[in-house]
């Protein structure tokens, strides 16, 4: 198995191979939670957390656990650690538990965590597949925070709205009204704006990967470039 | 017999990861249950302070609670009322009343009514309206809900305590009228309800803690 560097690890989570935007995994609570910036944050972070932890013990174990059973073990170590999580935020975050509400549990349902525990941890060395649990997890909290973000400022006319949930008083007023007496653009904070939102990230992503794309080419085709 | 060995051990490691899972679920939950319990009741008490206020009170109102099962108050459900006295006295009940006509379901109430028969104040628990134009009932969105404190039976009188479309005198929403239909209907039932069995609600025995509770909700 050939190591993969570091940088590369993280270009991969974050850019190239991001989990919400090119492999298009956990798409059901990605697009239901963003309707805040603060809750797509929220989700983000559990969902890191989550990847982390199952990504190191998968890593771990990988060496003991036969090949036979390893989608059991993968399932418990998953199950176990966001239980943990849900448990503990319902502790200790109480309100933005009862914001997120049932997507804290349907993390274990997110595809990409299972699919990074077969597809990375279980062949690669502790540090190797922690880093990568790392750039996939943030990967995925940049799409939740992007459309959180997205989604708040063109259906409410806020940003950063009930940031105390997640950073108590400190952040009583770091709420943002960006408009002033914004009567809401309620496509944007149903279901369907999260669909079109998503999309146009989407879009903009391969825009951006296809200008990078042509930029060499065009260098080196110099002028016989097609007309 | 070298294949039964690894049928063996593979299913002791199996049986190991599901121990060691469990006995972490177990630790955590063990660990954080009082700081849950705690949270739980906090938002409860925060919900209440907003539908009557602490000054009105001296008893353990989160304690001192009553079942009452009413086909049209809890929508087939028991309703859960939180029974307010100063010194023994009687001042106010909170009604956990449920609007089962919503746009969306059911819509859950606090509604806080005092022994004049004079809403303290109305918050919803939960919903599930349309975000954006059902949910100006919650109290963070529009000052919609704080329109009925200071309201009676008589102001206005019940036949008018319904939303203006349907010859009342309280708003509905701009393209949204079935949501706040249901939620003052809702409140007059709740009114009605209290009206009539203002001594009963009031004069039974305050249970000591939750056991006494326990009891009158199993049926």
Same mark, same amino acid.
């Given at each position: 198995m050939s190591e993969t560097s570091y940088p590369e690890i993280a270009r991969n989570g974050l850019w190239n191979n991001n989990p919400a935007l090119v492999q298009l995994l956990g798409l059901c609570p990605l697009l239901a939670v963003t309707t805040t910036f603060i809750n797509g944050l929220g989700l983000g972070i559990a969902t890191t957390l989550t990847l982390i932890i199952s990504n190191s013990v998968v890593s771990a174990i990988r060496k003991l656990v036969r090949p036979e059973v390893r989608i059991p073990v993968f399932v418990l170590v998953i199950a176990s650690t966001v239980t943990v999580i849900e448990i503990s935020m319902n502790a200790w975050f109480h309100e933005l538990y009862l914001i997120l509400g049932i997507f804290i549990p349907l993390i274990v349902t997110n595809c990409s =965590? $299972? +699919?990074?525990?077969?597809? *990375? !941890?279980?062949?690669?060395?502790?540090?190797a597949a922690f880093t990568d649990g790392l750039a996939m997890g943030l990967g995925f909290t940049?799409?939740?925070?992007?459309?959180?973000?997205?989604?708040? =400022? $063109? +259906?409410?006319?806020?940003? *950063? !709205?009930?940031?105390?949930?997640?950073?108590?008083?400190?952040?009583?007023n770091w709420s943002l009204t960006l408009i002033d007496d914004y009567r809401g653009f309620l496509l944007a904070v149903l279901p369907p704006g999260a669909f079109i939102g998503l999309g146009l990230i989407i879009a903009v992503k391969n825009l951006i990967d296809q200008r990078r794309a042509r930029r060499p080419v065009r260098a080196a085709a110099g002028e016989t470039a097609p007309a | 017999m070298s294949d039964y060995r690894h049928i063996l051990f593979t299913g002791?490691?199996?049986?190991?990861?599901?121990?060691?899972?469990?006995?972490?679920?177990?630790?955590?939950?063990?660990?954080?249950?009082?700081?849950?319990?705690?949270?739980?009741?906090?938002?409860?008490?925060?919900?209440?302070?907003?539908?009557?206020?602490?000054?009105?009170?001296?008893?353990?109102?989160?304690?001192?609670?009553?079942?009452?099962?009413?086909?049209?108050?809890?929508?087939?459900?028991?309703?859960?009322?939180?029974?307010?006295?100063?010194?023994?006295?009687?001042?106010?009940?909170?009604f956990t009343s449920v609007a089962p006509?919503?746009?969306?379901?059911?819509?859950?109430?606090?509604?806080?009514?005092?022994?004049?028969?004079?809403?303290?104040?109305?918050?919803?628990?939960?919903?599930?309206?349309?975000?954006?134009?059902?949910?100006?009932?919650?109290?963070?969105?529009?000052?919609?809900?704080?329109g009925f404190a200071g309201r009676?039976?008589?102001?206005?009188?019940?036949?008018?305590?319904r939303v203006r479309r349907d010859g009342g005198v309280f708003d509905q929403f701009t393209g949204a009228t079935i949501t706040p239909r249901a939620v003052v209907n809702a409140i007059r039932k709740t009114l009605l309800y209290f009206d009539e069995h203002q001594e009963e609600i009031l004069a039974r025995p305050a249970p000591d803690g939750a056991q006494a509770d326990e009891e009158t909700h199993d049926e």
């Open positions: =965590i $299972i +699919g990074r525990a077969e597809a *990375f !941890a279980s062949k690669n060395r502790l540090r940049a799409v939740l925070v992007t459309l959180g973000a997205l989604r708040e =400022i $063109i +259906g409410k006319g806020t940003l *950063f !709205a009930q940031s105390h949930l997640m950073f108590g008083e400190l952040a009583a | 002791v490691l199996l049986f190991a990861f599901a121990a060691i899972g469990t006995s972490m679920v177990a630790v955590t939950y063990e660990q954080s249950r009082e700081q849950i319990e705690r949270n739980e009741r906090q938002v409860l008490r925060r919900q209440l302070n907003q539908v009557i206020s602490p000054e009105r009170y001296d008893n353990n109102l989160l304690e001192d609670r009553i079942e009452i099962s009413d086909p049209g108050l809890g929508a087939g459900r028991p309703v859960t009322v939180y029974r307010a006295y100063m010194q023994e006295t009687p001042v106010a009940a909170v006509d919503g746009y969306n379901g059911s819509i859950r109430l606090l509604v806080g009514i005092d022994v004049n028969g004079i809403v303290t104040g109305v918050r919803v628990l939960s919903h599930r309206e349309t975000p954006g134009l059902g949910d100006a009932i919650e109290a963070g969105r529009s000052d919609w809900i704080e009676s039976l008589g102001d206005p009188p019940v036949q008018r305590w």
